[in-house]
């Protein structure tokens, strides 16, 4: 067999049971005469000495953890570990090891210590290294069994062997009847030793021997042994907090014994392994994996149980809605339904969505909705945590009771409406409560969430139904804290605006940005609701008094809502935008900042970068025509020389366009019969040709006035600066060159009256082709946008 070198440390446990490193080294896995057989050889990398010499016993368990770790046992009291710096190497030596042993290289331990077979093969070997005898359970033997338990927890084949052990003899009972005694006695070194050995049992991870520590008449001598750490200078007193402080309190009382009895283990075993005992080192990660299993399957049935008693549960939802309930009493019901709800989440999906269903049928919903309306704070708390188990589980499922439910009720108590309000209401100084509920709320009106239901008319459904009847809460407080920006049109380009309702109220503030997030993630989400929600409240407007903030994160929020408003480059928003000069709180907000470089001054520089990069024609011709007297000292970015630069650029190529069409009536008419002439010749188009004739006339005739209208407006030096974003001017306004076009309301575009108006971002080359072909052919047939 080859040698195989790879570097790894050597570790050994020491009698604290903790891991001493050796030296670091290279393995290999070669035969040893002196030993007689495959050994695994460590040689020191800096001196080449001996780190370790093992022989590969046919008999020793070996254990791979954490794909570069091989842990083994040699001895009573002597443990190794290997670790490798490369996984290839741990597992080259795994595999010499497996081969050795006859054992499949894909498995994790080389011996299974379920394995009938393997433990009689054991019971043949003559060695004893690997059978425990216990001694006799007395007083003064306390030390040599603690000894014991300790040195078994590193190997998985003597764990096993202890545990039978200890079954067999009932030893529990013995070692818990003589912590009694040493309780008596105050023997503290006997109380020590009992501490090791109950904690070292707990390690060995077997079910059976839970059943028997946890048991009502041995947990809390269990839980008593464990207060006497060796650690501590005055042992804990745990007794007295499950017995006197921790109360069992019934909302409803439970006669199942045996449900009573299995809801008080699972606290104690609870409380053990989050209290008492310490946390496990890396190598005893998986020691207490069965006694969390232990807790889990505990908890499923205590569910399943209460779930099956459908009279205790209808009980407790009938006392919870009832107004004649005290608020103490109603305080533990609900506590009662947030633990049941937080114990469903150890269910299986099957079985959580019959739970989830369960509750539903029993009215949760109404529940929670007169609860949270209440004035008590841990009521409410408790409310929103249920809810949000509700809505994290099946959002579909609160959808659809709360469309049911203006049918019943009215918007004001709607559950949604409700949900708002106690966001908006969150007495919490950093708004604890808001942040989950703003959270729920997303999650209820994300479509993404809608797409994979069976109902698929829900996403409009329910979206129409929030905008209806819970968008107008939502955005209140937005509207009450900017309801008298009325006259910030008058304030003068550039100036200071100090707005007296902008909240200054850090707790307001922090409200409003939640809101705006939301609102955010509407503008993302919901495509055509929210923007005709916008533009009926003219909401962008009362947002941006938001940049007036003494608060950058709410200034912030504010312009993350416009920028992505604008990032959808969709052309009503941008002629809401321009009619409403919406960019001039933005760049008075740019201004006010000076020369601070913070991150206003990046937000705002980038959203102008982005128009300008995008090329949105309408809010560059905008913002130049209107702002750039006040941004053109900003040169520190060459964003707004960019704007500028884009502006002219466009305004050059509608003159171009403008010239093209500047001829006299009488030619035009040539062409036009031209065009007819050519276009009856050709007989590939015909057809296509034939539906045209009827209804080009009119067209055409229109098309010409239009364009003898803007030829006279280029006249006037006005036409070159029409945005192609507003293009349907008429010919009388065309005229009046005291009309900002950026300002004119959004009009639709009649396409057919606007032939060779139209431009698009690839027209440069293009133009260039038409005016060659021009100066040969002088009859050149118009272009029409279809």
Known sequence: ?????????VYTLNEDRQWDDRGTGHVSSTFVERLKGISLLVRAESDGSLLLESKISPNT?????????????EADNYDLALSFQEKAGCDEIWEKICQVQGKDPALDITQDPI???????????????????????????????????????????RREKLALALMSEGYIKK?????????????????????????????LNKAALFEVMFSDDCIMDVVGCLEYDPALVQPKRHREFLTKTAKFKEVIPITDSELRQKIHQTYRVQYIQDIILPTPSVFEENFLSTLTSFIFFNKVEIVSMLQEDEKFLTEVFAQLTDEATEESKRRELVNFVKEFCAFSQTLQPQNRDAFYKTLANLGILPALEIVMGMDDLQVRAAAIDIFSYLVEFSPSMVREFVMQEPQQTEDDVLLINVVIKQMIC????????????????????????????????????????????????????????????????????????????CPDNFQTAQLLALILELLTFCVEHHTYHIKTY???????????????????????????????????????????IIKGNLFEPVINALLDNGTRYNLLNSAIIELFEFIKVEDIKSLIAHIVDNFYKALESIEYVQTFKGLKGRYEQEKDRQSQKLNRYRRDARSMDEDEELWFNDDDDDEDGEAVERRMDDDFSDSYEKFMEAKKGAANGANNGKSAAIPPASPAVTSSNSSSSSVKTVALPATPVVKTALVGLVDYPDDEDEEEED????EQS???RPRLSS
């Open 426 to 501: 969150d007495s919490d100084p950093e708004l604890g409560g808001a942040v989950q509920l703003m959270g729920l709320l997303r999650t209820l009106i994300d479509p993404e969430n809608m797409l994979a239901s069976t109902n698929k008319t829900e996403k409009t459904e329910f979206l129409s139904f929030f905008y209806k009847y819970c968008m107008h809460v939502l955005t209140a407080p937005l509207l009450a804290n900017t309801a008298h920006d009325k006259n910030s049109k008058d304030h003068p380009e550039g100036s200071a605006k100090i707005n007296p309702v």
């Open 1 to 9: 067999m080859s040698d195989t070198r790879r570097r790894v440390k």
């Open 175 to 203: 070692l818990l009847g003589l912590f009694r005694v040493c309780e008596d006695l105050d023997n503290r070194e006997g109380l020590h030793h009992l501490y090791e050995i109950v904690r070292g049992v707990l390690f």
């Open 778 to 780: 002088p009859r050149k």
């Open 534 to 576: 916008i533009m009926n409240k003219d909401l962008l407007r009362r947002v941006l008094v938001l940049m007036n903030s003494k608060h950058t994160f709410l200034a912030l929020c504010a312009l993350r809502f416009m920028r992505r408003i604008i990032g959808l480059k969709d052309e009503y928003y941008n002629r809401y």
């Open 61 to 73: 368990a070996y254990q791979k953890q954490q794909d570069t770790l091989i842990v083994w046992s």
């Open 115 to 157: 394995d009938e077979s393997e433990e009689d093969h054991f019971e043949e070997i003559p060695e004893t290294t690997h059978l425990v005898e216990l001694p006799p359970c007395e007083l003064g033997r306390l030390e040599e069994i603690a000894d014991l338990v300790t040195s078994v927890l590193s190997s998985p084949i």
């Open 771 to 774: 005016e060659e072909e021009e």
